[in-house]
């Protein structure tokens, strides 16, 4: 089975890589790795919150929105390289905009490393870091950047 064949079995899409908001680009190969930048919890070209975690958004909204962070990194892998060349996933990094003595952002990147072992099972198993921040770009709640590993 391939991953494309597993997200189809997940009923999950790729969306269309969304448009980079400053300047950089989506998703740089280097040697048998592909890093995405961050991504947003963008649906259907609009971002799909804004707040802090804990103050406007909440800590099960965050964790969705975390989820479709890395569906979005995906489909910038996607883009880049054809999702079924992943070999792995190697790294994720979630910030989230943190209301004050907001501490629970491990669980809301769980959005995104649950949804990345859905797809990928063991392969999907990654190291991670999960960061509070004061702010994110739009006022976005999380966003999400991959580093995944590429077959040769």
């Not at 991953?3 to 269309?16: F, K, N, S």
């Not at 999907?124 to 995944?148: D, F, M, Q, T």
Request: hydrophobic letters at 50%; glycine letters at 12%.
């Amino acid at each position: 089975m391939t991953w494309t064949d597993r997200l189809a079995e997940l009923g999950v899409e790729l969306p269309e890589v969304a448009a980079p908001v400053a300047a950089y680009v989506p998703a740089v190969r280097t040697g048998s790795l592909v890093f995405t930048s961050g991504q947003l919890p963008f649906v259907g070209g609009a971002l799909a919150a804004t707040g802090k975690v804990g103050a406007e958004v909440s800590p099960e909204e965050a964790k969705a929105h975390a989820r479709t962070c890395a569906l979005n990194a995906l489909a910038a892998v996607h883009a880049l390289v054809g999702v079924d060349s992943v070999a792995r996933v190697v790294k994720v990094v979630g910030f989230v905009a943190s209301a004050d003595g907001f501490t629970g952002q491990p669980a809301v990147v769980n959005g995104a490393s649950e949804f990345l072992g859905e797809v990928f099972g063991d392969a999907g198993a990654h190291a991670r870091s999960a960061v509070g921040v004061a702010e994110l770009p739009l006022g976005a709640p999380v966003e999400v950047e991959l580093v995944v590993e590429i077959r040769e």
